[in-house]
């Protein structure tokens, strides 16, 4: 039996500013947020590539969002409507919200 060589997915980033901040997978998908005052971050936007749809792509990058948050005591202000419905069906993540 051959064993599957496909081209493996590019793993998750982080790049933040003073201001702001994206979760990203290489052009494939993206998660931004911006920094508010008293530890809040407003994540305001999810992107995924539509060849990449459906890879559960933006699940991963808000995974990694919610451990940024937890990891730096910060609470979450869920403008993006892909976040608003990942903390509706997360409770578990209901404390960071803001």
């Not at 990058?61 to 993006?80: H, T, W």
Request: glycine share 6%; charged share 20%; aromatic share 10%.
């Amino acid at each position: 039996m051959a064993e599957n060589t496909g081209n493996k997915m590019p793993t998750n980033n982080f790049s933040e500013s003073a201001t702001d901040g994206k979760f990203y997978i290489a052009d494939y998908a993206k998660m931004t947020f911006v920094k508010l005052a008293n530890n809040i971050i407003d994540v305001n936007h999810t992107w995924v590539s539509p060849d990449h749809r459906g890879e559960g792509l933006a699940q991963d990058l808000y995974r990694q969002m919610i451990g940024y948050a937890r990891k730096n005591n910060l609470k979450v202000i869920p403008s993006c409507s892909f976040v608003r419905k990942m903390f509706t069906d997360n409770s578990a993540d209901l404390d960071l919200l803001a």
